[in-house]
């Protein structure tokens, strides 16, 4: 069971970057998904959350009109688009699936926003 990331990188400011989170072992329908990330420094905040469907979302204030999740159940896989990148949003990015009690993390992929 395990949840992989894929997509980060160095990105200049303004740019975009679409980050993938691949689930292996376990249905991701049955999954509320989020993306959390973490900065050099401070502690981990939410993103972007998605249900089961897909036909809710929410999203931090921070990232409101520029990032947007979703997510393909038949391919097990939920997706950040990021756009209008900003040096703020560096920080390693990590997905998470969560069905009651039961989350599952991934290692994270780190996102880097430099001119």
């Known amino acids: 069971v395990q949840l992989v990331e894929s997509g980060g990188g160095l990105v200049h400011p303004g740019g975009s970057l679409r980050l993938s989170c691949v689930a292996s072992?376990?249905?991701?329908?049955?999954?509320?998904m989020s993306w959390h990330r973490q900065a050099p420094g401070k502690e981990r905040e939410l993103v972007a959350s998605i249900s089961f469907a897909g036909s809710n979302t929410n999203y931090a204030d921070s990232v409101k009109g520029r990032f947007t999740i979703s997510r393909d159940n038949a391919e097990n896989t939920a997706y950040l688009q990021m756009n209008s990148l900003k040096p703020e949003d560096t920080a390693v990015y990590s997905c998470?699936?969560?069905?009651?009690?039961?989350?599952?993390w991934g290692q994270g992929t780190q996102v880097t926003v430099s001119s």
């Open positions: 998470n699936a969560r069905l009651g009690l039961t989350n599952f």
């Open positions: 072992g376990f249905t991701l329908s049955s999954y509320y």
